[in-house]
């Protein structure tokens, strides 16, 4: 099921003051764009691949809002949420420790937005899984300016790689070096900055829901062979292991429930019950919608599921 999301201010999502701002702005970011005021240079290893969203379903009875505070609200461990290469790490982590502690201001503000210690930066990133996005996700962005984080709002397209943390949130955009954060809302009316792709479609933009509990392995996607695969959370695809998700081609991500905790983007509508996924790797914490099939005997499509 998809759910409405309605943006409040009642929390950052694990930040360190720097997802607090809002404003009246909307930043369109494509794939494989730096962005303003970036970190760092790209850190992406694999050139991200903009993928065609498929339009979602109403949620909760409702049809698409045009507020840009109403978004459809997808949980961190769905699978299919996430795509990428199977053993191949889309964002190369090692490069982005390099870059940011070659720079101690630019380290600092990196540590301040994500409410880390500077000297934790390195074990911070180390932690977190490099994914591509398969929806147009909405974020609050952080660029470094006259020596300090500068948080806005922004839309990532599908196809960005990010690294993710262990409840499937963004938490580094890699193209750019740029930490990441819950969205928060917009005030008044919204003045979109950035050229829109193709496919953008505002009623298609989702934001991530944090799982309720810490996603041992993330069931993701590989559009060019059009297999399904499983990442373990902080590994960078050495350990990848094909799997077929107990969800047929097209389900997923937008039939997985969400459920906000405290602190988080408030739903209109509670997450339902799920069962785990068929997978050569048991025990992922990651899981498909309660009401999920048996296996498809054909693979998904390389667009987005819906």
């Known amino acids: ?53 498929t339009p979602l379903p109403s949620a909760s009875g409702t049809g698409p809002s045009q507020n840009a505070n109403i978004v459809r609200g997808v949980e961190g461990s ?28 630019k380290n600092k503000a990196f540590a301040s937005v994500l409410g880390l210690a500077p000297s934790g930066v390195p ?23 006259d020596g300090a984080a500068t948080a806005f709002q922004s839309v990532l397209q599908s196809g960005t790689a990010v690294l993710v943390n262990d409840r499937g949130e963004p938490r580094v955009r890699c193209s750019c070096g740029n930490p990441l954060l819950a969205p928060v809302p917009l005030r008044g009316p919204v003045k979109r900055q950035g050229k829109a792709w193709s496919a953008y479609k505002s009623s298609n933009v989702v934001v991530v829901s944090p799982a309720p509990q810490p996603v041992a392995r ?11 695969f499983t990442r ?8 990848d292991r094909r799997t077929t998700p107990r969800t047929p081609p097209g389900a997923t991500p937008s039939n997985a429930s969400t459920a ?47």
């Open 218 to 228: 993330f069931v993701m996607y590989d559009p060019e062979t059009e297999g399904w």
């Open 1 to 53: 099921m998809v759910l409405t999301v309605v943006l409040t201010n009642s929390g950052g999502g694990g930040g360190g003051g720097g997802g607090t701002a809002a404003g009246d702005e909307l930043f369109l970011q494509s794939a494989n764009s730096s962005g303003p005021d970036p970190y760092t240079g790209s850190s992406t290893r694999k050139g991200a691949t903009a993928t065609t969203p």
């Open 232 to 239: 373990t959370a902080g590994t960078t695809g050495g350990s």
């Open 123 to 145: 074990a911070y990133l180390r932690s977190l899984t490099p994914v591509q996005l398969r929806l147009d996700t909405r974020v609050t962005n952080h660029g470094f300016r």
């Open 260 to 306: 906000p905790s405290s602190g988080t983007p408030q739903s209109s509508s509670s997450s339902e019950a799920s069962q785990p996924p068929s997978s050569e790797a048991p025990g992922e914490s990651s899981a498909p919608p309660s009401n999920a099939e048996s296996p498809a005997s054909e693979p998904p499509t390389s667009q987005p599921a819906s």
């Open 78 to 105: 769905a699978p299919g949420l996430y795509g990428g290469t199977r053993d191949v790490s889309s964002c190369d982590v090692e490069k982005q420790i390099r870059a940011l502690g070659a720079e101690p201001d």
